[in-house]
């Protein structure tokens, strides 16, 4: 008789990493680009992507990931692939801007039940930014 494998897992990860010294360069269409590589990206890791978003110096993401990825490789594969991005595509000619990413980044595991909350936080970046209501603990 044949024993079968089976495995399941829900893990869920909230990334936050900023832009080097904290310069202010993410715009619109910055952003827009970072959250498109992050999704690509995402996807050849075998990972989702539940939300991405970010400010002018810093950057969001909350991942359903797998067991078989570590978070180091997560963060590594999206700093590095949308900063390649954005710097020889998005401001290919723009020689007066670059974006570079800080060295580390945060990670904190999400419970299941607080998912649809951390997903809203992160896609109203922008209104807690300017109200001043950005929830220190999801902030790096």
């Known amino acids: 008789m044949e024993k079968r494998k089976w495995s399941f897992s829900k893990i869920y990860l909230h990334f936050v990493w900023t832009t080097k010294n904290r310069l ?40 359903e990931s797998t067991p078989t990825i570590s978070p180091s490789d997560i963060a590594k594969n999206f700093k590095g692939s949308s900063a390649h991005f954005v710097n ?3 401001l290919k000619e723009d020689k007066l801007r670059s974006l570079y990413w800080q060295d ?13 909350s951390i997903g809203e936080y992160i896609r109203s970046q922008e ?14």
């Open 24 to 63: 202010a360069v993410i715009d619109k269409s910055i952003k827009k680009d970072i959250i498109k590589v992050l999704c690509s990206k995402a996807k050849d890791l075998g990972i989702q992507i539940i939300e991405a978003n970010g400010v002018a110096d810093h950057f969001h993401a909350l991942v």
């Open 88 to 90: 020889h595509v998005t």
């Open 104 to 116: 580390g980044y945060g990670v904190v595991s999400v419970s299941p039940s607080a998912v649809k």
């Open 127 to 140: 209104v807690h930014h300017s109200e001043g209501s950005s929830i220190e603990e999801y902030e790096i």
